[in-house]
C-alpha cells in the first residue's frame, strides 16, 4: 500500500511541473509555381512568357541535302551540306494591334567549320515591318527547278502591307547590298518595289515591282495559282528593262509547273520555263550592260515530294537547262527534312 501511494505520488508531481519542451518546427510554405500557359489567340504553338502577356512560339527545321550538278563544291560535281534553323516569334496586344517580333537563326553545315546567319529579325506592327526579312521576290513556284529572282531576296527594310482577308498590296524601300551593281560602284544601293496578291475562289495570284535606283532599270512579275483536277497549276512571268537587283538571268521568261497530288503522301510536280536573251552566268563582273544581242535558253525539270511521316519531309530534283550561248546543265538535289 505504502509503494502504491508513492507511485500515485510521483505521478501527479510529474504532471504538474512545468514543460520544457522543443519549439515546433514550422514548415515554410513553398513559393506559389506559375505553369507555362497555351497562348490560343495567335494559332497553335504560342504560350505565354511567364510573368508577361507576350506569346511566344519557337520553331525550326533540321535539313541534310545533297546537290549535283558541274562545280558544285570547286571542281566536284556534288556536294553535302545540313542545315539547321530556329525561328522565335512574339506576339502581344497593342492599342495598334498585335506587336510581333521574330527572329530566325540559321546554321549551314557544308564541313565542319559550319556558318551561321542572321537570317531575319524584324518588328511588325500595324502593317509596317521593319528590318531585315524575305521581299516579295523570295516567293515562287512550288517546285524548285524555276528562277523567278536573281540575286539575294533578303534585305534591310521598311514596308507597309495592307491585308483584307485574303487579299494584300504594299510597298516596300529595300537596301540592296547584294545584288548588280556597275563596275567602279558600291554595292550599296536603294530598291522600291510593290506587291499585290489575292485569293479568288480556287484562284490564287501575285504581281510584283521592283526598281532598283542605282542602275536605273526594273522588273515586274505575276504569278497564278489555279486548283485543277488532283493538283494545281502555277504559272508564271517576268520582265525586266535591264539588268538589276531584282532580276538579271533574262529580260523576261516565262514558267509553268503542275503540282500532282498523287496520294496524301506523294506528289509530282514537272516544271518547263524559256527564257528570252538569257544571261548565262549572274556573277557582278559577268552580268552584261543589257540583255541586247543575248541567246535564249530553256529549262525543264521535276520534283518529287513524300511525306515520311509526320513534320518529315523527303524531296527530290532534277532539271535540265539548254542555253544558246553555253553548254548544256544537268543538275539536282536530295533533300530529307525534318520540320518542329
Known amino acids: 500500500m505504502r509503494i502504491r501511494m508513492t507511485l500515485l505520488g510521483s505521478a501527479a508531481a510529474l504532471a504538474a511541473a512545468p514543460c520544457f519542451a522543443a519549439d515546433a518546427i514550422v514548415a515554410a510554405e513553398p513559393e506559389p509555381v506559375e505553369y507555362v500557359r497555351v497562348c490560343d489567340a495567335y494559332g497553335t504553338g504560342y504560350f505565354y512568357i511567364p510573368g508577361t502577356e507576350t506569346c511566344l512560339k519557337i520553331g525550326g527545321y533540321l535539313r541534310f541535302e545533297v546537290y549535283g550538278g558541274p562545280d558544285e563544291r570547286g571542281t566536284s560535281d556534288w556536294n553535302a551540306r545540313t542545315r539547321a534553323q530556329v525561328e522565335f516569334s512574339s506576339k502581344s496586344d497593342t492599342e495598334y494591334g498585335p506587336l510581333t517580333g521574330v527572329i530566325v537563326l540559321r546554321n549551314n553545315g557544308d564541313n565542319a567549320e559550319s556558318t551561321g546567319r542572321l537570317d531575319s529579325a524584324y518588328i511588325d506592327i500595324a502593317g509596317i515591318r521593319a528590318g531585315l526579312f524575305y521581299s516579295w521576290w523570295d516567293d515562287d513556284l512550288s517546285g524548285e527547278p524555276d528562277v523567278l529572282s536573281s540575286f539575294e531576296t533578303l534585305h534591310n527594310s521598311l514596308r507597309y502591307q495592307y491585308e483584307s482577308g485574303d487579299f494584300y498590296a504594299g510597298l516596300s524601300i ?137 513534320n518529315l519531309y523527303a524531296k527530290a530534283t532534277v532539271n535540265y537547262l539548254d542555253p544558246d550561248d553555253g553548254p548544256d546543265v544537268t543538275s539536282g538535289f536530295f533533300r530529307l527534312q525534318r520540320a518542329f
Do not use: C, H
Open 174 to 310: 529595300d537596301e540592296l547590298e547584294d545584288g548588280y551593281y556597275k563596275t567602279g560602284e558600291e554595292p550599296n544601293n536603294l530598291g522600291i518595289a510593290a506587291g499585290i496578291g489575292d485569293k479568288i475562289g480556287a484562284i490564287t495570284y501575285q504581281v510584283i515591282g521592283g526598281y532598283d535606283t542605282d542602275n536605273e532599270e526594273g522588273a515586274i512579275r505575276g504569278m497564278l495559282f489555279a486548283d485543277l483536277g488532283p493538283g494545281t497549276l502555277g504559272l508564271a512571268g517576268v520582265w525586266a528593262s535591264g539588268p538589276n537587283s531584282y532580276y538579271a538571268q533574262s529580260e523576261w521568261t516565262i514558267a509553268a509547273e503542275y503540282a500532282w497530288k498523287i496520294t496524301e503522301m506523294w506528289s509530282l510536280t514537272p516544271m518547263a520555263q524559256y527564257f528570252g536573251n538569257y544571261a548565262t552566268d549572274t556573277d557582278n563582273g559577268a552580268i552584261p550592260a543589257s540583255f541586247d544581242g543575248l541567246g535564249d535558253a530553256w529549262k525543264v525539270g521535276v520534283t518529287v515530294d513524300y511525306r515520311v511521316a509526320e
